[in-house]
């Protein structure tokens, strides 16, 4: 960031009348309280044995883990890791301050909001993470506890659930991202970096001459969870990251890269990485997020020029890779994208939409937007602007659109709606592309996924418009409307049969989708409502 973003340092690590700042140990310690924090004491392996265990913990939906006994890492630098904080429903429903129980939906709309009151951040003269400052031949990746997650993995990846700093040249402003990175030596990470992405267009800014980059691991979780979401370019990290926690993040300046960082944070990584093909090496394989493992290929390398640290540091790490049954930290990360995208779309102008999902086993590939239906045509707009954001690159790979009676958190209601709202013939699919997308997405052919090559990986995007049709005149057997009503039961007759219900001795209660309260049906019936 530039001094026209950020005000100058205080004068103390941070204002003397406040409580300390949001951090990774304040976290650990909300955690803790709610009972979704264990710490592993026993004996664990870093090479697949962490991996394992987290993959069957995230599986399970199980709480944050904090290993403090890892082989190999009794004395280093760093002796602990922590994995699964922000893995399940709860935990972000601690992280926002919201009851247990919150539904998805009202998650994504409590992003939406705070989101549209972003605090910038600012600077200070020092903090914890100045507490230790290595340099020169002290630098040692491999004294860092860094598990090798998969078998197939080419190696010990630090990149993982990380902040990645970098700053765009021309206007001064960060982008935190999160992107793979794998140990190649005791100075040298390297990264996958996609041209197309946040930190590869500030990689074009800067050619020929190498970027500078801070790579942040281990600070209040609000970090990782924005790092790997499609906010637009004009939108600073720190400021949303303010918004949620409701107070400014305290950042201090690097010591060989002009970038600023959490003052507070656990581990900081800095270095440069040099955009020249020449100084590239073989990154990969790796267990990537769609569930299948990602090919090796040439990658650029930032070559690290400092690490600075707290006392008894933590190292964050998580398992990728997401498949049927097996979410992880980045399915979670989807609340925060479905509000951004959300938010996007209403500041294009579109109106009309009740609620937006992008499914978490998918990454986000899979959009699933809800809408009051105003006008013919309201679907394609929707999946034309998705297609052309920056976060595209990534995510809208499939857009769904249905009607405001169709719940888009209910796998039976969109079978529904795409088996008797969608007809193929009549435009109700349309298709996209080819055009830019995920390299990552084995559908497509490794050649056409090369991002040295093309920069992007390929992809046909489809749009499923699964709203009723307004090619269909309103009819009066349809009460004026443009397609059949629902067979639903008189008012009269449901309050009926809700008053005598015990007496019919069925011995079966309604109940809500998750088996907790007693519905009646005039509420089963509202669940479905007449548009």
């Not at 479905?338 to 590939?365: C, F, K, P, R, Y």
């Amino acid at each position: 960031m530039t001094a026209t973003h950020l005000p100058e340092p205080t004068g103390a690590a941070r204002p003397t009348d406040e409580e300390p700042g949001p951090d990774q140990r304040s976290w650990l310690a909300t955690l803790e309280a709610a009972n979704q924090l264990r710490r592993v004491t026993v004996p664990v392996d870093w090479d697949e044995e962490i991996g394992a265990i987290t993959r069957a913990n995230l599986a399970l939906g199980g709480p944050a883990l904090l290993f403090e006994n890892i082989v190999g890492h009794e004395k280093t630098r760093c002796t602990k890791l922590l994995t699964s904080a922000l893995g399940s429903r709860r935990q972000v429903q601690l992280m926002l301050g919201l009851p247990e129980g919150t539904r998805d939906s009202d998650i994504v709309r409590h992003l939406r909001e705070a989101f549209k009151n972003p605090i910038p951040p600012r600077v200070v003269d020092t903090g914890p993470v100045k507490e230790n400052i290595v340099a020169g031949d002290d630098i040692n990746l491999f004294e860092l506890p860094v598990p090798k997650w998969h078998a197939e993995d080419g190696g010990r990846y630090i990149d993982t659930f990380c902040g990645v700093v970098t700053e765009d040249k021309v206007t001064g402003r960060d982008n935190i991202g999160c992107y793979r990175g794998q140990i190649v030596d005791r100075d040298k990470i390297a990264k996958l970096l996609v041209p197309s992405q946040g930190w590869g267009v500030h990689m074009e800014e800067y050619k020929p001459q190498p970027m500078p980059v801070a790579v942040v691991y281990g600070w209040h979780d609000v970090l990782g969870f924005y790092a790997g979401s499609p906010f637009p370019k004009n939108v600073c990290e720190w400021d949303m990251m303010g918004a949620l926690l409701g107070r400014p993040v305290d950042l201090v300046a690097c010591e060989t890269v002009p970038l600023h960082v959490p003052a507070s944070a656990e581990i900081v990584i800095e270095g440069y990485i040099d955009p020249d093909p020449e100084t590239f090496v073989m990154e990969g394989p790796f267990g990537e997020y769609p569930g299948f493992i990602g090919g090796a290929a040439p990658a650029p390398v930032l070559r690290v020029t400092r690490i600075t640290h707290r006392d008894d540091p933590v190292l964050r790490g998580t398992l990728e890779g997401i498949r049927p049954g097996c979410f992880n930290e980045d399915s979670i990360v989807n609340f925060a994208r479905s509000a951004i995208t959300w938010n996007v779309l209403e500041n294009l102008g579109i109106g009309g939409i009740t609620d937006l999902w992008m499914t978490e086993v998918t990454n986000g590939q899979n959009t699933l937007v809800q809408i009051q239906k105003r006008y013919r045509g309201h679907a394609q707009q929707i999946a034309s602007a998705l297609w052309g954001t920056g976060g595209s690159v990534w995510f809208h790979k499939n857009v769904l659109v249905v009607e405001e009676d169709v719940d888009i958190q209910d796998p039976v209601a969109l079978d529904w709606a795409m088996s008797y709202r969608v007809n193929a013939g009549l435009g109700d699919i349309a298709f996209f592309g080819p055009g830019m997308g995920s390299s990552l997405d084995p559908s497509t052919p490794p050649e056409l996924n090369d991002t040295n090559k093309y920069g992007a990986g390929q992809w046909t995007r489809v749009l499923i418009d699964a709203t009723r049709s307004w090619e269909t005149d309103p009819r009066p057997e349809w009460g004026g409307r443009r397609f059949p009503p629902t067979d639903r039961l008189s008012p009269e007759i449901e309050s009926k049969v809700a008053r005598r219900w015990d007496e019919y001795g069925i011995g079966i209660p309604y109940l809500d989708a998750d088996g907790r309260e007693m519905l009646t049906l005039q509420e089963l019936s509202r669940r479905f409502p007449e548009a």
